[in-house]
């Protein structure tokens, strides 16, 4: 295989490890770069690349999607090598926290992403991959979600600035030819995932004897996909560019809050203390992928059931953080 050097932003976070790591498997040089901001503990991240940190075909820049500046020397060869393709999963997070402060959200996930699509411009980058979000089809009634739904009914500001950085990365396609392929991940989860994150969360909520807040009647939906299959897609789409699309990345199935938490119960042999109250603002009440355009074009076949992702994360969870 020819040697490709990849831009990977966000790659010491959840999904951008798994990424880096299968790259480096594949014989790609990975750039990383990461502002190790605190969102939560930097140190998580520190772990997540420490497999890795020693290995040739692997570059860490600790900085941030915002710098210019910075942009620049990594793509101008002053950071050498130089990448030729850009995988950009670089992004503040979470539904809730983008109600308090929307305005982080607009600088990182929309401008930062524009930095980005600039980069690929003046350097005339190969491929753009944009992680966006099943968050971008709102209240959407019409199920499974597809590609082609209208997508106007955002109820976050978190989903708000994913879908205007969609529609940026469709006005660089249109203007400069960029290749882009826009993946919308749905609810991605596994070893190393974010501690706000659901399964997480709610793993050391029960294991601790602590309340799980549960926000509505429990019979919310989330379609929710195991780590490797996103990680499988995301290599796909780097392996096959594509002039632009929008693909869904889910496991096709949905599964109800309260059937999460007995899954949990069940794989924990332990049981959860449930505290009920509202549902939150900006929590929609399912998602649910259609996965046909990601097999057509992408040979996309998710593999892990939730009982089997959940079973995965235990362990790892039991190894490393009890």
């Not at 009914?153 to 290749?179: G, V």
């Not at 490797?228 to 002039?243: E, G, H, Y």
């Not at 949905?254 to 938490?261: A, D, E, G, S, V």
């Not at 089997?308 to 969870?317: A, C, D, L, V």
Request: glycine fraction near 6%; charged fraction near 25%.
């Amino acid at each position: 295989m020819k040697r490709e050097n990849i831009l990977v932003t966000g790659g010491a976070g959840f999904i951008g490890s798994h990424l880096v790591e299968r790259l480096i498997e594949k014989g790609y040089f990975v750039i990383c770069l990461d502002n190790f901001n605190n969102y939560y503990d930097p140190d998580l991240k520190e772990k997540n690349i420490s497999g890795i940190i020693e290995n040739p075909n692997f570059k860490l820049i600790r900085g941030d999607i915002l710098d210019v500046f910075l942009l620049d020397d990594i793509f101008s060869g002053t950071q050498n090598p130089t990448p030729g393709k850009i995988v950009h999963l670089a992004a503040m997070a979470g539904v809730r926290p983008s109600i308090a402060n929307p305005g982080i959200y607009v600088d990182v996930d929309v401008k930062g992403t524009v930095n980005l699509l600039e980069m690929a411009k003046k350097y005339n980058v190969e491929q753009f991959i944009f992680a966006s979000s099943s968050s971008v089809y709102g209240l959407n009634k019409k199920t499974p979600f597809s590609e082609d739904d209208p997508v106007e009914l955002q109820i976050s500001p978190y989903a708000t600035a994913k879908r205007a950085a969609e529609i940026f990365c469709k006005t660089y396609n249109n203007l400069y030819r960029i290749p882009v392929t826009i993946l919308r991940l749905f609810s991605v989860y596994g070893e190393r995932q974010r501690p706000d994150m659901a399964i997480r969360k709610f793993t050391k909520l029960i294991l601790e004897d602590q309340p799980i807040k549960m926000f509505g009647d429990g019979e919310s939906e989330r379609d929710y996909t195991y780590i490797s299959d996103c990680i499988d897609c995301i290599l796909s789409a780097i392996i096959k560019p594509l002039d632009f699309e929008i693909i869904n990345v889910g496991s096709g199935r949905t599964i109800r809050l309260k059937k999460l938490i007995a899954v949990l119960e069940e794989v924990m042999r332990k049981k959860a203390r449930i505290q009920q109250l509202d549902v939150h603002p900006g929590e929609v009440p399912t998602t649910h992928a259609d996965t046909s355009k990601a097999k057509k074009l992408l040979n996309y076949k998710p593999k892990i059931t939730i009982e089997e992702g959940i079973r995965k994360f235990f362990e790892w969870h039991k190894k490393t953080l009890t």
